[in-house]
């Protein structure tokens, strides 16, 4: 039991760390060049204006035009979208007195979410590859006991190969990635893709040790078949 509970303990680890960078943005990523829809949501206001928007490069627009309202929805067609990074846009409405906001959106080749710098990339893919390292140790190994009591360990090759095998691909995945980004290249596209892979093989870990939860609570005894094992 105490090895179930170990491998839960390893999936949550890897839920608390496998997980995505959030966006920096309040309204989203968008590719470049497409058209953003600019929003402010105001239940209050009779009114909400466009003041400028500021682009990537330090650039400020000036627009001080109304935006369109639909319920309590205001927005305005952005289309000025061909620099890559964040825009920061400034709106005014009138709740009792003009109050003013800014909000932020991104702007990336792919419209995903943009590459990381090479530090980061090298933090993040670090953190993933020691949990499922350590997936491949712990997991990959019961203490048991045969006929004579005598304590020994079991190593499960299975859970090894699987734990060490994926931290190997994402350190060559680490490595190719540093490489696209010194060659410029955008690789917001292969992160997506692969924070996807590692979910469903969380998923699929997730599921093993449910199903081995579920045998060992309908079968008990099977514990006792292979001598007196040591949870």
Sequence with gaps: MKEINRIIGLIALLLLLVSGVSAISDIGVFKQGE???L???????????????SLPDGEIIIFNESMTRASFTYNFSFSDTSQLGVYTYFVCGDKSV????????????????SSLSSLSLI?????????????GF?????????ESGKESVKQLLGVKFFGYGVALIELLLLIFLLYLQSLGVDVSVLLNVNFKVLMVLIGFIGLTALFL???????PSDDLKVGDRKW
């Design 213 to 219: 939860f579920m045998l060992k609570l309908m079968n």
């Design 98 to 113: 003009l109050v003013c906001e800014s909000l932020t959106f991104e702007v990336t080749p792919s419209g995903f979410i």
């Design 138 to 146: 712990f997991g990959g190994q019961r203490l048991v006991k045969d």
């Design 123 to 135: 933090f993040g893919f670090s953190i993933i590859i020691i949990a499922f390292a350590l997936v």
């Design 35 to 37: 058209v953003v829809q």
């Design 39 to 53: 929003i402010q949501i105001c239940d209050s206001c009779s009114f909400v204006n466009l003041d400028s928007v």
